[in-house]
């Protein structure tokens, strides 16, 4: 320790701390900083902080210079406040502050002003100013992001901000001198520069000339500066689970900022774009705002009755189907005028036409419907499950629950389907999701979610090997906390078939052929099992079955592995010498290994080799599947899978659910031991499923085999659906309930590192649209199962008596940075990382499962010649029904596109922008292309968002043994020119 | 006037005895004329040996601050655990400096030989030699120079590396340079942590200037007591040093003297005087970033470190320039202002907007539309860049403003009240 004295205060310090720190931490906080932020790289150029300190003849930066032991440091001597003024009054000079130039009474409107007014430093009155307004790039017509740079005291945190936190580069400093001026990349274009929107620089800014061009277009200045209150929420994004803060007006989210950096978020103060601007969908003119109940269902003498059209027609409409939609595209939005100074733009430009407009919900969806009370629709469908249920048992129900729903709602949801309908058909997307890293976890290790957490992978990692993510677009947050890693040190290698941003980057990429994964991992392991660099003891100590395994990858080679990957067998011994080298190496996978129909062998494989290398259960060799939605893992953890409750305890064990009928308050018989079905078999003629509940999930865009799951909907006796937008799947509804977003609601959800978390209410649900807890409460006690709760934190008060592993979690804990579970007991801390000393198996030792390479389900042949692999984006979330409603978004991404290779595009005859009919064994559709060389010669990549051009009609449903997940990634497709529509 | 002048009696020829001579260019000329023996000798030496070789010399550095060279080398780390690096200071940029250029012109084998006989006293691997963008010649003679030497195994795995840079007199910054070297924007680091910690590539770093190291090779052959005979005044300042006088005398140029020797007889006899009819009026002794010295302080200045800040003034780079009395100081002071406006990186505020600000008053005040209040303000701002900044960039900028208004106020005033006739337009 370290101590020295400040302002006459005596403090101690840590050695390596500077004045700065030293003094907030000691709560002297009137150290001025502008330039200085934390965990930006500190520059020290602003030179307002500099302070005295006695024996130095000059006056020393507060931020850069560390503490001493001795040193005495006079914050706030007259030399010091004289440089302050000196600083202020100079970048006054250059600084629209006219408003400021009545002192005191002046209204500061950010950070630098705030300085202004403290050190009473006043303007040059107007006029009468020696030096121009800065100037700099304003990216004009962004629809998001815009700069005033007449405002910029070029502090450069925004230049830090950008290469240093999100590690993308986009902003410098060009010029020099006076005429030094921030600029984006080397033409003021974003797009050239790589920038990815997160919005970063708005939040570090100091001034607002950098800012969000949303809440100016909607709200006055003032009341963006003085919101009605600000709300502390979770994104609705991906599973990294950013805090946010949402600023409210007029019951609106006005903009979304992220949390201090200093609090102990996952995000730790950054997002992404989706985050930070993807939050106005909730405002969408196509926002249901009452129950819909489809025309021709009627209430005779008590019951309702359909006395609407039969057959085909029965759930028909003006629309035709997604299959059929081909190229109902929405319009284009207005084109971006890059180059062009704000001011010379014109007013319609500047303020952007409001792109959300733009029908996504076409007018003819509605045509079939007729707006409904509550009670009626809430009565038609508990009639309706109760007939079906009557009729044909419980077990021809079945509801998909929502990973984009909190804890609590998926929690009643499940409860009511067990506990009212007496049916475990409950699942929901996880199923497309990890549901093959968990039966794969499962056999192995029996655990179901990540073993570690995020900020070890960026922290301590020596090693971060990915597996079939591309984390970058979709999880950014993440993907710039790997990039970060990467800087500090760690060595990055990528399996993916894309040359996506992060394989880029990496030390080693391994581009194989799509599918070949288990052969690639398994080729590392006989590599680094021949050169004898497993980990031994390791795999003594904690581990089975390791003998089967060391047989099994005996035969490939990486020689043999180079033919089936097409990835060079010195690359492949390269990487599996990193990654067995470490000594702290972590392994993330996604969707790419998962969406396999041998999902579960990949994942298995990947296992098999972190295992033999000993690279779990140390702070920093890390397992991450890298879960998806924002509360995929909590919607499992709570039970809304078919074949466990709460905590992945079994429905088929009697004990258990006696224990879940005493807390129900239901007969224990009244709750079925049989497993339920899962997505990808709900939706198949013999599931014998006739009546369905949906919350918040679109399966006609997101199912594996979309043209026959929209015939299947179709057939259904009964379906509800609730949601926020009458989506692709809603109408073929009989009832559709109209839900609350992410902004409309409390409750709990579990981001990817096993983190609690607690979001807030900020706003209430428009018009008649009710919340999502309140509509299952009442739905619940319709259909007979008494719930007397009221609040979400009434429903998790239950969640935790049912959930050993959250017992002690309460709302109250959960402020501030949220859990990490296994939280047993009220005292204990969370758990950071798991399986330090045993597996939670019988025997606590985790299982080798030896796993044959086998080849993916369908080859490209001379028919279908081109792989296709399907996939994310930056701006857009899964099915669209949020993003494509979200102005700034959709603006990015308006239209579906195809990458492919330029040599195949060449080949074809097809350039930028082009249309081409795709076409697998199943479907055809029609879509325009990018040409990029992130996808492989060979392979195309279409993005799954867009129901004009769905990705998943192509798709192979064909599904895995253990987890009944689809081969999303991977199937054999041909590619033509097509003609541009004479009329779009 | 022609360069190089024929040698004057009272100068030292040690860097400059083979100016004008073509051959000393050439490897094998330079071999002829006994180069590289130094180099020899090194290699047979310890590198803390050689350091205090150059300590016991009193070699001070010679790009401006005057350093003690060996000493410099000392903080380098003993036990060597990451890579270290040399890097050369060839980016002569400071206005009325012109000395490295010729040194690289006719003997870029002396500075390669200093450059190698560093390396080892340092340990490093790697030499970067920084040359300023503009001096296409110098750097196709070094080019020349390195490609000979490296052909006939001079330095054997010594790496040395010529680097060109692209305009900027920042870089000329010894940490600007470090980053410029690495790819990324002039700017000056904060200090600490200093080169020998964390220099080129985060590398312990030595930096030197091209006149430093070209007078390392005739200390080890002539021994450091040789070198440390070498001085008039102070023994403090010793060995020789060129001087490159430009201005308003007779004969401009590079004049290599030893350290202590009178300023005014090195304009009066070595420069031949003023002009017929003019009289001195004021001199810059160190480049353009020292106080200003009047007539008086200029002909009792001696020129080593210590005598040009017995006057007030600094030895800086040994750029000598001279005003006679047609000078208008005040426009003299503009250009200067204007000089340091243009170089600024821009990272520090007073720098950024001081140097604008002190330049659009000058400029202002030499367009006829200076205000009463506009002397204080100068003062004002460049009590605000002085000592505040992360470089001496700004302080280099208030220098002349602050020195000028002092000794020549009269001359601001008579702009300001009308008396002279404007020589802007505003």
């Given amino acids: ?984 | 006037m022609g360069y190089p002048h024929k040698p004057h009696a009272k100068e030292t020829k040690v860097l400059s005895k083979y100016f004008g001579d073509p051959e000393a260019r050439t490897y094998k000329g330079w071999v002829k004329r006994g180069g590289y023996e130094a180099w020899r000798q090194a290699q047979t030496l310890a590198p803390a040996a050689i350091t205090d070789l150059v300590k016991e010399s009193g070699l001070r550095g010679r790009g401006g601050a005057g350093f003690p060279t060996g000493l410099k080398w000392s903080f380098m780390p003993k036990d060597k655990k990451k890579p270290h690096y040399l890097c050369v200071n060839a980016d002569e940029s400071e206005p009325g400096t012109f000395k490295d250029r010729e040194i690289m012109r006719w003997t870029p084998h002396a500075l390669l030989e200093g450059t190698a006989i560093a390396m080892r006293a340092i340990q490093a691997e790697v030499a970067y030699v920084y040359i300023r963008g503009e001096f296409t010649e110098p750097y196709a003679i070094m080019a020349q120079a390195l490609a000979e030497a490296t052909a006939a195994g001079a330095f054997g795995d010594l790496k040395i590396h010529l680097h060109r840079g692209a305009g900027a007199y920042i870089c000329g910054e010894e940490t600007a340079l470090m980053n410029s070297i690495e790819g990324k924007r002039g700017n000056p680091r904060i200090k600490p942590p200093f080169p020998a910690a964390f220099g080129v590539f985060g590398m312990p770093t030595t930096i030197n200037n091209v006149e430093t190291l070209a007078a390392v090779p005739p200390i080890l052959t002539n021994g450091p007591a040789w070198y440390k005979k070498m001085s008039l005044s102070n023994p403090k300042s010793t060995g020789t040093k060129l001087f490159s006088v430009c201005g308003h005398v007779q004969k401009p140029g590079n004049y290599e003297l030893t350290m202590g020797f009178p300023l005014k007889d090195l304009l009066f006899e070595l420069c031949g005087g003023m002009r017929p009819g003019r009289t001195l009026k004021a001199c810059i002794p160190g480049g353009s970033s020292v106080p200003i010295l009047d007539r008086a302080e200029t002909e009792a200045c001696l020129l080593d470190y210590e005598g040009a800040v017995e006057r007030g003034t600094m030895l800086g780079s040994g750029g000598v320039i001279v005003f006679d009395d047609s000078a208008d100081m005040v426009y003299q002071i503009m250009r200067l202002a204007r000089f340091y406006a243009h170089e600024s990186c821009a990272q520090c505020t007073q720098c950024r907007e001081g140097t604008a600000w002190t330049t659009k008053i000058l400029e202002r005040i030499l367009a006829g539309q200076g205000k009463a209040t506009d002397l204080d303000l100068l003062l004002d701002l460049s009590e605000n860049m002085t000592g505040k900044t992360i470089c001496v960039l700004s302080d280099s900028c208030a220098a002349p403003v602050v020195s000028g208004i002092k000794k020549f106020r009269g001359e601001f005033e008579d702009y300001i009240a009308g008396k002279r006739k404007p020589v802007l337009v505003a």
Wanted: glycine residues 8%.
């Fill in chain 1, 1 to 984: 320790m370290t101590r020295l004295v400040i302002n006459g205060r005596s403090i101690t310090a840590q050695p390596d701390q500077t004045i700065l720190e030293a003094a907030r931490a000691a709560g002297i906080d009137d150290i001025p900083t502008l330039c200085w932020y934390p965990k930006l790289p500190v520059v020290g150029n602003c030179r307002i902080c500099l302070v005295s300190v006695e024996g130095q003849p000059k006056l020393l930066p507060a931020c850069a210079t560390q503490v001493a032991d001795g040193m005495v440091v006079q914050a706030e001597s007259h030399a010091a406040v004289e440089n302050r003024r000196g600083v202020l009054r100079l970048l006054l000079e250059r600084y629209p502050g006219d408003h400021l130039i009545n002192g005191g009474r002046a209204r500061p409107r950010n950070e630098f002003e705030r300085y202004v007014v403290r050190y009473g430093v006043v303007p040059t009155p107007p006029g009468g100013r020696d030096l121009p307004l800065r100037h700099g790039d304003e990216r004009p017509g962004d629809s998001m992001i815009r700069h005033d740079m007449s405002t910029c005291v070029l502090c450069t945190r925004c230049v830090r901000a950008c290469e240093d936190i999100q590690v993308v580069g986009v902003l410098d400093v060009g010029q020099r001198g006076e005429h030094t001026e921030i600029i984006v990349g080397a033409d003021g274009d974003p797009d050239k520069a790589g920038c990815t929107w997160c919005g970063e620089c708005v939040r570090v800014c100091p001034t607002g000339a950098i800012f969000e061009v949303m809440p100016q277009q909607r709200f006055a200045p003032e009341r963006i500066r003085h919101p009605d209150r600000v709300v502390r929420s979770v994104c609705p994004y991906c599973g990294v689970g950013c805090q946010v803060d949402l600023h409210v007006a007029d019951n609106t989210v006005l903009r979304v900022t992220s949390p201090d950096i200093e609090l102990d978020t996952p995000n730790q103060g950054s997002t992404c774009v989706k985050g930070r601007f993807g939050y106005d969908f909730p405002q969408h003119r196509d926002r249901l705002t009452k129950p819909l109940i489809r025309k021709g269902w009627v209430k005779e003498g008590g019951r309702w009755t359909w006395r609407g059209p039969t057959g085909r027609e029965r759930r028909g409409g003006p629309w035709q189907t997604i299959e059929g939609e081909g190229q109902n595209a929405k319009p284009a939005g207005p084109p971006r005028s890059v180059g062009k100074s704000l001011r010379e733009l014109s007013l319609l430009e500047r303020l952007d036409l409001d792109i959300r407009d733009r029908g996504a919900t076409p007018a003819s969806w509605y045509e079939p419907f007729r707006e409904a009370s509550w009670d009626e629709a809430l009565e038609l469908t508990t009639q309706e499950l109760l007939r079906i249920k009557g009729a044909r048992g419980g077990d021809a129900l079945a509801c998909f629950s929502s990973a984009k729903c909190s804890n609590e709602e998926n929690y009643v949801l499940m409860r009511l389907f067990r506990g009212a309908l007496g049916t475990n058909n409950i699942d929901h997307c996880t199923r497309l999701c990890h549901s093959t890293s968990v039966a794969a976890m499962q056999r192995a290790l029996n655990t179901s979610a990540a073993s570690g957490s995020m900020r070890e992978v960026e922290h301590a990692a020596d090693v971060i090997f990915i597996a079939g993510a591309n984390t970058t677009e979709s999880h950014p947050v993440f993907g710039a906390a790997i990039k970060r890693a990467q800087q500090r040190g760690a060595t990055l290698v990528v399996a993916d078939p894309r040359r996506t941003e992060l394989a880029g980057r990496a030390d080693v990429h391994l581009q194989m052929q799509p599918g070949t994964d288990v052969a690639l991992f398994t080729a590392m392991l006989n590599h680094i099992v021949a050169r004898g660099f497993e980990d031994k003891p390791f795999i003594a100590a904690r581990t089975t079955g390791f003998d089967a395994v060391r047989q099994s990858v005996r035969a490939l080679t990486p020689e043999v592995a180079a033919k089936i990957t097409g990835v060079p067998a010195e690359l492949i011994r390269r990487a599996a010498e990193i990654y067995a080298k470490g000594p702290k190496t972590s392994t993330l996978w996604a969707m790419g290994l998962t969406q396999h129909a041998n999902g579960t062998d990949l994942v298995a494989s990947l296992l098999n080799l972190m295992l033999a290398c000993g690279m779990i259960g140390r702070w920093g060799a890390a397992m991450m599947p890298v879960r998806g939605q924002n509360n995929v893992q909590g919607a499992s953890d709570v039970g809304a899978i078919p074949f466990v409750y709460t905590d992945y305890r079994s429905v088929k064990d009697p004990k258990i659910r006696a224990e879940y009928a005493h807390v129900w308050g239901v007969p224990a018989e009244s709750l079925s031991l049989k497993e339920g079905l899962m997505v990808t078999e709900i939706v198949k003629h013999e599931s014998g499923v006739r009546g369905m509940y949906i919350m918040g999930e679109n399966p006609i865009i997101s199912d594996p085999d979309i043209a026959h799951a929209e015939h299947w909907f179709r057939e259904l006796e009964f379906l509800a659906v609730h949601d926020l937008f009458l989506t692709e799947t809603a109408r073929y509804a009989d009832v559709v309930l109209p839900g609350s977003s992410f902004a409309e609601k409390t409750g709990t959800f579990v981001n990817t590192e096993r983190r609690i978390q607690l979001a807030r209410e900020a706003a209430t649900p428009p018009g008649d649209a009710r919340y999502d807890l309140q509509i299952l409460i009442e739905l619940s006690n319709r259909l007979g199962l008494k719930t007397a709760h009221t609040t979400a934190q009434d429903v998790m008060r239950e969640i935790v008596r049912v959930t050993p592993s959250w017992a002690g979690v309460t709302y109250e804990r959960l402020d501030g940075a949220g859990l990490q579970y296994p939280v047993p007991t009220a005292a204990h801390p969370g758990t950071a990382f798991l399986f330090d000393q045993r597996f939670p198996t019988t025997d606590g030792k985790a299982i080798f499962v030896p796993v044959e390479y086998g080849p993916p389900v369908e080859l490209p042949d001379d028919a279908y010649p081109f792989v296709m692999n399907t996939g994310r984006q930056l701006y857009h979330w899964h099915t669209g029904t949020m993003t494509r409603r979200a102005t700034g978004l959709d603006q990015r991404e308006p239209t579906a596109i195809m990458e492919i290779n330029p040599a195949d595009a060449a080949a074809l005859g097809i350039e930028e922008g082009d249309l081409a009919r795709v076409t697998s064994r199943r479907n055809s559709l029609v879509i325009s292309c990018r040409i990029s060389d992130r996808v492989a010669r060979g392979q195309v990549f279409v993005p799954f968002h867009f129901r004009e051009a769905a990705a998943n009609l192509l798709t192979n449903p064909v599904l895995d043994p253990y987890a009944k997940m689809a081969e999303l990634k991977c199937c054999a497709v041909r590619i033509e020119p097509a003609a541009v529509p004479a009329v779009r």
